[in-house]
């Protein structure tokens, strides 16, 4: 922590990337250690999860304008996939585009059953029919919220002229 600064409270999620980010940059090694006990709670809805992952998609966002190297191809593949699939008005206007986002979208699809099925193996019917819809929750609530923390990042740079605030400093930095 003298090295590279405390967590950055300005993130509501994503601050243990962040600040492993830090400590990347600073030269160090993060240690992770299965003797430390992490309770999770799921949550209790689709809503609930949409909007969980919503916060963790706008951590991604935040982290990528404050470290832009950080910004890595799977933090991009929901962000991207939900502009595709919501562009269907204009690539079905399109008959070649049409095919090839029909196709893309019929793809998803498969892999969302397939996985919700080998997921759902063993268990109760009712919960392996809501894996697909599991993972449409978490695909588009990341998207969502990588998206409004990017509008939310270029307004703020636009508004000031300048870059967003970078969090705290580590100890003795400017």
């Known amino acids: 922590f003298a090295t590279v600064g405390l ?78 699939v919501l562009a269907a008005p204009l690539a079905l206007a399109v008959p070649y585009v049409a095919w090839v986002w029909l196709a893309s979208v019929a793809l998803y699809a498969s892999v969302l059953l397939g996985a919700g099925a080998a997921l759902g193996r063993g268990k109760p019917l009712s919960a392996a029919a809501r894996i697909p819809v599991v993972f449409v929750a978490i695909h588009f609530g990341f998207a969502w919220g990588f998206w409004k923390e990017l509008a939310k990042q270029l307004r703020s740079r636009v508004q000031w002229g300048q870059r967003p605030a970078r969090g705290p400093h580590p100890a003795g930095a400017p």
């Open 7 to 84: 967590f950055d409270q300005a993130f509501d999620a994503c601050e243990d990337v962040e600040f492993n980010e830090r400590v990347h940059a600073a030269g160090l090694t993060c240690y992770f250690t299965p003797a430390v006990k992490i309770v999770y709670e799921p949550r209790g809805s689709f809503r609930a999860l949409f909007y969980q992952l919503g916060r963790y998609g706008a951590g991604r966002a935040k982290l990528a304008f404050k470290h832009p190297k950080s910004l890595s191809v799977p933090a991009l593949v929901p962000p991207l996939w939900a502009v595709w």
